[in-house]
């Protein structure tokens, strides 16, 4: 399974940016997703997690709350992140995860959950 991860960009500080995720196979149900991002030099965080189908949670990192939204799109099979009020903190690469099972909602937070990811997507915010 390859995760198509899109929408990066460069962008001014308080700009937008939405970012896209689509697997090559349509058979992730329950399965978790989530956006995780890498700066130069640090680890590999989590920003947000949603699930494919079913209950559509939103979990996300305090440092993006209220600023970037997750979300998906059934029909098409693909989720998204829309990124606004922009800040040089968040440039970075951006990878779209995706669990190949059912894992409960508190562990959707660590990247060893994940077992697919894309190949990231780099966000370049400028101040």
């Known amino acids: 399974v390859q995760l198509q991860a899109s929408g990066g960009g460069l962008v001014q500080a308080g700009g937008s940016l939405r970012l896209s995720c689509a697997p090559s196979?349509?058979?992730?149900?329950?399965?978790?997703v989530a956006w995780f991002r890498q700066a130069p030099g640090l680890e590999r965080e989590f920003v947000a997690a949603?699930?494919?189908?079913?209950?559509?949670?939103?979990l996300y990192a305090d440092s993006v709350k209220g600023r970037f939204t997750i979300s998906r799109d059934n029909a098409k099979k693909a989720v998204y992140l829309q990124m606004n009020s922009l800040e040089s903190e968040d440039t970075a690469v951006y990878y779209c995860?995706?669990?190949?099972?059912?894992?409960?909602?508190?562990?959707?937070?660590?990247?060893?959950?994940?077992?697919?990811w894309g190949q990231g997507t780099q966000v370049t915010v400028s101040s």
């Open positions: 995860a995706s669990t190949r099972d059912y894992v409960h909602i508190s562990r959707l937070r660590e990247v060893g959950t994940y077992d697919y």
């Open positions: 196979e349509r058979r992730f149900s329950r399965n978790a």
């Open positions: 949603t699930r494919w189908e079913g209950v559509p949670i939103q």
